[in-house]
């Protein structure tokens, strides 16, 4: 189990250098230069170009791009990401208060989503071709054709505008005690529509794997044996068409990520990704760098996590 | 396709359609949903390429009298808050999402037919460093990496189209490369091998045309994946730039409460024509797949 994940692990190292390199070229690209951004234009223009340059030259600017790039990685590897253009804060710090936001979302999506997805998938694939199968594959279809700003809109005019159960932005009411609750409330809306998306796919592929794993031969020894039917499906069907469905899961993460970033700015979520957008319009590239370091990070991550449990539910994996 | 030919009894009187296996749009015209989406899809193309040449408001023309009208009248569905027809916007901007959609798609197609392919026939070094990369792409998180670089290239449609089309090649490389695998080992290329035939022409006349099936049946579905993502960036306002409109930015210049709650013309017609436009390319998707490949049942 441990040399596997560590193999797993010495497999994305480069992934992730490969990441850093792109995301390098991607900043130097950005106009300007962090050194001008972060001098005070006064300043500058009083001291003369010979101290600007100076400045520079102090901070490496003009170093050949290769050994700008290791620097950066040096930096970046003892989690210094820079410094905002916009109001100088270090860039982990103000990350850093937006992470567990977007962490909470994601994980209460994801949890919503696999308790909702794995018994329609199930009751999907033991009904097949039923009037519920049907339903469930056009509800399928209508949830990725759906634009999840789109959704949100529609679940902000009907809950928040209409009938007034949910609040259509924030996380918690100002001024009021950080309640659980009162936390849920605000909650309700975007993890519907992320959940919704994130369920989909959920319950396609344990329908599938479920009818797989359903006419294996063990299926047909354990009914034999004489099994009741709930314990044949849950114990012997089930276990096994779970394993496919764990890779699945964790292989949308990337997916689920990128829909946080646009129901965060729905929502007005105080999340990463509302900080991307926000950095995007103020043209805060350090911040931006940041972020996609960070996803880069959270995705590989959840990729690794992905193997072990595919490793503790299936362990034929691990000699593979 | 050969295969049918040689099937068929080479004596045959009167017509023989009856007892030939279903061809394509037989077996597509079985898939209801997949027609009707077809259908919806040709008259969506239809409206957005020539209705504008039948209304007489132009898309941009700004007229400050006619400040976010009501639907009716002289405004089908009313106007915007510079006092723009949203009908006429509507039909332009559909132009430009489903533009986005094809150019989007067919250059990571390329992109991903030309890298999967190599990566599938020579195996070996050209594949490890084919596939690694395609790792690192998927790894990025896209959304956030394309709204970076769009924002660093500046927010247009063209800088929208190349970077959805740069982030989007995995999937497709990862798809030639599998059919590549397993079609350079059969039979009929090891014998045009034994013919002495060059690795160009076993590419292209063998191996290329039966990869394609599944390609098709990925970049019809990539095309409404394309088409969200427009949406979607031009909904942050990083993609198609006002004046010009998109269903997104349309979307995007709807998103205060009050529009939401009373002004519903300014965003549920936006929002019905991208559902309608990704839903029906969709279910055209999954017809291509149950015509194009008997063997997937689902």
């Known amino acids: 189990m441990g040399r596997f994940l560590l193999r797993r692990l010495l497999i994305s190292a480069p992934v992730l250098l490969g990441i850093t390199l792109v995301m390098f070229i991607i900043a130097n690209m950005a106009p300007g230069d962090p050194i001008t951004a972060l001098m005070n234009p006064e300043q500058a223009a009083n001291m003369g170009p010979e101290w600007v340059e100076a400045q520079k030259e102090q901070l490496g600017l003009n170093d050949p791009a290769p050994v700008r790039y290791l620097k950066w990685l040096g930096q970046t590897a003892q989690g210094n990401l820079g410094f905002s253009f916009v109001d100088r804060q270090p860039v982990s710090h103000k990350i850093g208060e937006r992470v567990w936001p977007t962490v909470k979302l994601m994980l209460t999506v994801l949890i919503v989503s696999v308790l909702v997805g794995v018994p329609l998938g199930v009751l999907s694939a033991l009904r097949q071709y039923s009037w519920i199968d049907y339903l469930l594959t056009v509800i399928g279809f209508l949830t990725v054709s759906i634009p999840s700003f789109f959704l949100a809109m529609g679940l902000i005019y009907i809950f928040s505008l209409k009938l007034d159960w949910f609040p259509a932005a924030g996380m918690y009411t100002v001024g009021r005690d950080r309640t659980f609750l009162d936390s849920l409330r605000y909650m309700v809306l975007p993890a519907s529509v992320l959940g919704l998306a994130q369920a989909a796919p959920i319950i396609r592929y344990t329908r599938a794997s479920l009818l797989e794993t359903i006419t294996q031969e063990y299926v047909t020894v354990a009914r034999a044996k004489g099994l009741a039917e709930n314990g044949v499906i849950v114990r012997h069907a089930l276990r096994n068409a779970l394993i496919p469905i764990v890779t699945i899961i964790a292989l949308d993460v990337p997916r689920l990520l990128g829909g946080t970033v646009i129901i965060e700015q729905v929502f007005s979520w105080p999340g990463m990704g509302s900080l991307a957008i926000a950095s995007v319009t103020g043209r805060d590239y350090n911040v931006l760098m940041g972020i996609n370091l960070i996803a880069a990070v959270m995705i590989l991550l959840s990729n690794l996590l992905a193997d072990a449990i595919y490793s503790i539910v299936d362990p034929r994996i691990r000699y593979g | ?298």
């Open chain 2, 1 to 298: 396709m050969s295969a049918t030919t040689a099937d068929r009894p080479v004596l045959t009187l009167g017509d023989s359609s009856r007892h030939r296996a279903p061809n394509l749009w037989q077996r597509y015209r079985r898939h209801r949903l997949a027609v009707a989406g077809g259908a919806v899809l040709l008259i969506l193309v239809l409206l957005s390429v020539f209705l504008p040449f039948f209304l007489s408001h132009a898309p941009n023309a700004i007229d400050l009298t006619a400040y976010r009208k009501p639907p009716g009248g002289d405004h089908l569905l009313g106007t915007d808050s510079s006092g723009r027809d949203v009908l006429a916007r509507l039909m332009v901007a559909g132009r430009v999402s489903l533009s986005v959609g094809i150019v989007a798609v067919a250059i990571y197609v390329a992109i991903g037919t030309v890298l999967g392919g190599l990566g599938g026939y020579f195996g070996g070094l050209i594949d490890g460093v084919v596939m690694r990369l395609a790792d690192m792409v998927l790894s990025f998180p896209s959304i956030i990496v394309i709204i970076t670089i769009v924002s660093i290239l500046g927010p247009n449609i063209t800088n929208v189209m190349l970077v959805i089309g740069l982030m989007g090649w995995p999937p497709i490389a990862r798809l030639v490369r599998g059919e590549f695998l397993t079609l350079r080992e059969r039979e009929f290329v090891t014998a045009s091998r034994a013919t002495g035939a060059s690795n160009s022409r076993i590419i292209f006349r063998h191996v290329l045309p039966n990869a394609i099936t599944p390609v098709i049946v990925a970049a019809t579905f990539g095309m409404a994946q394309a088409i969200l993502l427009e949406a979607a960036l031009s909904f942050l306002g990083m993609g198609v730039q006002p004046p010009q409109a998109s269903w997104g930015n349309m979307l995007n210049a709807a998103q205060s409460i009050t529009i939401i709650e009373e002004m519903p013309w300014l965003w549920l017609p936006p929002g019905i024509m991208i559902v309608l436009a990704v839903l029906s390319i969709n279910f055209v998707g999954d017809g291509f797949r149950d015509a194009l490949d008997p063997r997937a049942k689902r």
